[in-house]
């Protein structure tokens, strides 16, 4: 019944794709490998899904120099696992953009946003850890998103969301962020400011200071630094270095992150290395971008017994 519910919603949406001049159109990724791990000492196997979603995306020009934006985005599981298993549980909004820049309404609008830079890894898509401020996310209830005109390679971008906090009180506690990013030939760098109040006054805050440069064609690195501080006041400050080289079909691609004070305890320190590749099947110009890839994650904390993981799977875009 679900399944058929979102597609007459999409074929509703072509077909007033078809009688308008401005576009609506589906887009998305299906991802799936099979990963090997080793949980509580015991080593397991399985087909998991990598990130596998589907998007309705549009816009409309609806006089006077403004345009009506829209995204729906659904994560789906191709393991057939559950979670959010809902239509519309990723990065959902509406929008207008003019002269004044644009704004947003919806979920998944985070300013701060998640990361700048990670070496576009699958499965082991990470950013260094935070104060987990939802901003537009999680389990929150929506947010307000206004992103300025671009600015001679500058874009500036705030975000506001009424969510509640997790000790069940009747007082909801609101999150707000803040960035800015400028990029300009093969430079590029971030600096994002987010917060959220509690109900006994106390407030936890995260920012982040990323660096992007790209030394030739085909290979980026780049520098992610984020501090961190939670509502009793302990901090925690998280360090991520990314590199991808890509010239043609085949990739390759490199993360290391560490956090001390890991998980706001005093003294703990957690590292992760990553480790990945892929290589192009489809033709650049193909409708249908088909790669494989293969990923490996190596996370120790403290004196911890370190785990691994392993995943090997195929990626199709459209």
Not at 169 to 197: C, H, I, N, P
Not at 253 to 264: E, P
Not at 299 to 312: M, P, Q, S, T, V
Request: charged content about 25%; aromatic content about 10%; some cysteine.
């Amino acid at each position: 019944m679900k399944s058929s519910c979102i597609a007459l919603m999409i074929m509703g949406a072509f077909s007033s794709a078809a009688m308008a001049e401005d576009f609506i159109k589906l887009t998305g990724k299906a991802e799936i490998g099979f990963h090997a791990f080793r949980e509580n000492g015991v080593s397991k196997r399985e087909f998991q899904d990598a990130g596998s979603e589907l998007n309705v995306v549009g816009q409309a020009d609806i006089g006077n120099g403004l345009t009506a934006l829209l995204q729906v985005n659904t994560d789906v599981k191709l393991d057939n696992s559950k979670g959010s298993d809902h239509f519309a549980n990723g990065d959902t909004f509406v929008g207008l953009r003019g002269d004044f820049g644009t704004v947003k309404l919806g979920r998944g609008i985070n300013a701060y946003g998640d990361g700048y830079f990670k070496a576009n890894f699958y499965k082991y898509d990470i950013s260094p850890a935070s104060a987990g401020i939802p901003s537009g996310g999680g389990d929150n209830r929506g947010a307000f998103k206004y992103e300025a005109p671009l600015l001679d390679g500058l874009a500036l971008s705030l975000s506001y969301a009424p969510g509640k906090d997790k000790t069940e009180s009747s007082r909801a506690t609101d999150a707000w962020a803040v960035s800015g990013t400028y990029e300009k030939g093969r430079f590029g760098m971030r600096l994002s400011q987010a917060g959220q109040s509690s109900v006994d006054g106390r407030s936890k805050q995260d920012t982040l200071l990323a660096f992007k440069l790209q030394p030739q064609p085909g290979l980026t690195l780049s520098l992610e630094l984020d501090r961190a501080r939670n509502e009793s006041g302990q901090r925690q400050f998280a360090s991520a270095t990314y590199a991808e080289y890509k010239p043609a079909r085949l990739g390759l691609r490199a993360g290391y992150l560490t956090a001390s004070d890991a998980g706001f305890v005093v003294g703990s320190r957690q590292r992760t290395a990553l480790l990945g590749m892929d290589y192009d099947l489809s033709a650049r110009d193909s409708r249908f971008q088909a790669r494989l890839f293969l990923e490996a994650r190596s996370d120790k904390l403290d004196g911890a017994e370190r785990k691994r993981d392993l995943i090997a799977g195929v990626h199709i875009g459209f």
